[in-house]
């Protein structure tokens, strides 16, 4: 077939794509995984290169992403804003550690803690250091098991997990009356 320019043959081979993709596709995947081990290793000696192809392509193109990324969130807003509100729901001790750790970059006081750390803590208490309520019983009362600053952020504590204790947050919850005081009650825990 011949064709009268580049861009003709492109729209051509674009349409037949676009026509044949899911043979294309499933050839592909049979092709993957009949030779398994070839791919691997193709992508293990290939990825580096991969790796600084697009990069070169990102310095040459710097615009090109951010445009590409607000153009994005321009025509999917409803839906982005969906799914981090979902995950958000789904991930409370990141997005706890994530704020607590902003808070005091912006006061300037430093330090963070990971889920996995916050995790790790509330495991080792078990319970309110406050108040002794489970988290079960906290849950109950319609409260949460919340990462307090032992010395608060406002008074020069920093966000490290060795200065977060576990309290109960919500109405009459230890954390609310506690507020931005310096009480430790992991010493009487």
Known sequence: MAFKNKEEERAYQ???????LKRERAKRAAYYHSHKEEARVYDNTHREERRK????????????????????????????????????????????AKSKAQHAKRKGNGGSYTAKQWLQ?????????GCGLSEAAIIALGRTLAA??????????????????????????????????HIDYRRTA
């Open 53 to 96: 192809s697009r990069l070169e392509w990102q310095r040459a193109h710097p615009g090109y992403k951010k445009e590409y990324n607000s153009k994005y969130y321009a025509s999917h807003r409803e839906e982005m804003i969906a799914s981090a509100m979902e995950w958000n729901r789904q991930h409370p001790e990141k997005v706890a």
């Open 148 to 181: 307090d600053h032992v010395l608060p952020i406002a008074k020069g504590g920093s966000s490290n997990i060795d200065n977060i204790q576990p309290l109960c947050h919500g109405r009459g919850g230890c954390n609310n009356k506690k507020a931005a005081r």
């Open 14 to 20: 674009k349409a037949w794509y676009i026509a044949n």
């Open 121 to 129: 803590l509330k495991k080792t208490y078990g319970r309110c250091v």
